[in-house]
């Protein structure tokens, strides 16, 4: 499966889409068009069976995603803030039941930053380079990068990056904890795949609770995250999947999953 949106190119290969912003010419810049083609890829994905994990990355090799589209900066309002479509896209990526993976080739910048935050991990090339530069248009990474940023590097890391703006390069991106790994640029999509065939390779529904139960844990208390994680066991406890993960693993052969 090939899809040709008008800023995307979505490509299915054994259960992993590839999920490509293709604006190569401006960077990859994520456009009121570019959001309307993500929201309609990940309906399209999330109805799709036979998809079990997505990959994001940027066309062209410059960038992931090098942020938002400026010229139309200058027309934006305090209306255009209150409805805040970029932050809500990135929370439906970031809520999206199927493993999401950042495959972060050059720049990932400002919303390319904040799209590479949403997703479950990131792997960056060693070109990748991250920011959120926005105060210096004196304005804030308002589409998640201030509570994201904070939560996945520490306050003291989320106050230097935002606050000076600064570019930082994918081994100091990876030391802060902003990433997983880092890869060669010829490898990168190639491990990126690797990782979601090796998740896709796991019980579907284990790996769509453990999300949930990971990113609900993530917004309350521990105790609170302990009592969601025992419910969604209990449900795991029950289900064909655990037999046939269980029996499998007994008789040395492959587990058939079946459980979405």
């Known amino acids: 499966m090939r899809s040709t949106y008008e800023t995307l190119?979505?490509?299915?290969?054994?259960?992993?889409?590839?999920?490509?912003?293709?604006?190569?010419?401006?960077?990859?810049?994520?456009?009121?068009?570019?959001?309307?083609?993500?929201?309609?890829?990940?309906?399209?994905?999330?109805?799709?069976?036979?998809?079990?994990?997505?990959?994001?990355?940027?066309?062209g090799g410059r960038a992931f995603v090098a942020g938002a589209d400026i010229q139309r900066l200058r027309d934006y309002t305090k209306q255009t803030a209150l409805q805040s479509r970029m932050q809500r896209l990135f929370d439906d990526i970031e809520a999206f039941e199927k493993p999401t993976i950042a495959a972060v080739n050059g720049f990932a910048l400002g919303g390319g930053c904040e799209l590479a935050m949403a997703c479950d991990i990131r792997i960056a090339a060693q070109s990748a380079r991250f920011g959120l530069p926005e105060t210096g248009l004196a304005i804030l990474p308002g589409a998640g990068g201030t509570q994201r940023l904070t939560r996945l590097v520490g306050l003291g890391q989320a106050f230097d990056m935002i606050l000076t703006g600064r570019i930082v390069s994918a081994?100091?991106?990876?030391?802060?904890?902003?990433?997983?790994?880092?890869?060669?640029?010829?490898?990168?999509?190639?491990?990126?795949?690797?990782?979601?065939?090796?998740?896709?390779?796991?019980?579907?529904?284990?790996?769509?609770?453990?999300?949930?139960?990971?990113?609900?844990?993530a917004d309350v208390d521990q105790r609170s995250g302990l009592v969601v994680e025992r419910l969604a066991q209990a449900l795991l406890y029950e289900s064909e999947d655990k037999r046939e993960g269980v029996e499998a693993f007994l008789s040395k052969r492959s587990p058939t999953f079946t459980e979405k």
């Open 9 to 59: 190119i979505v490509e299915d290969n054994d259960g992993v889409a590839l999920v490509t912003v293709n604006r190569p010419a401006v960077r990859n810049a994520i456009s009121q068009e570019v959001q309307a083609d993500l929201r309609s890829a990940l309906a399209q994905l999330h109805d799709d069976a036979e998809v079990r994990a997505v990959v994001f990355t940027g066309a």
């Open 171 to 217: 081994s100091e991106a990876l030391s802060m904890g902003l990433v997983s790994r880092v890869v060669g640029d010829d490898d990168l999509l190639a491990v990126a795949h690797e990782v979601a065939t090796t998740i896709s390779a796991k019980g579907p529904l284990a790996v769509r609770l453990a999300k949930l139960v990971m990113r609900t844990g």
